[in-house]
Nanobody, 127 residues
Framework: QVQLVESGGGLVQAGGSLRLSCAAS????????MGWFRQAPGKEREFVAA????????NYADSVKGRFTISRDNARNTVYLQMNSLKPEDTAVYYC????????????????????WGQGTQVTVSS
């Protein structure tokens, strides 16, 4: 069983920054890719960013490229999402997820490739 706990959300003005963290339980964190997704009110959950198990591959949604950076610290069992130049349209609940399969070279952008999710953290960007 894996538990994922997100933190770092909050209220920020447009143009500001936040860093989200996702702490994972278990000793096998380092062999799984991880991803961040978000869900705005009235919308479906959408892909934001993902990172491979080694950290060597990343992928971003077009809407966040150049503004968000995903990273991981396997010694701390934690994945991060640094969010800069935030916009009101980034307002959403942000979820981290764990890849279903271990040690795959590519990152997974579809929800169906994830088997565990955190409870989410709210990010609100005011204009």
């Amino acid at each position: 069983q894996v538990q994922l706990v997100e933190s770092g959300g909050g209220l920020v003005q447009a143009g500001g920054s936040l860093r989200l963290s996702c702490a994972a339980s278990g000793r096998t964190f380092s062999i799984y890719g991880m991803g961040w997704f978000r869900q705005a009110p009235g919308k479906e959950r959408e892909f934001v960013a993902a990172i491979s198990w080694s950290g060597g591959s990343t992928n971003y949604a077009d809407s966040v490229k150049g503004r968000f950076t995903i990273s991981r610290d396997n010694a701390r069992n934690t994945v991060y999402l640094q969010m800069n130049s935030l916009k009101p349209e980034d307002t959403a609940v942000y979820y981290c997820g764990k890849h279903e399969s271990p040690m795959i070279r590519t990152v997974v952008v579809g929800e169906e490739g994830y088997d565990y999710w955190g409870q989410g953290t709210q990010v609100t960007v005011s204009s």
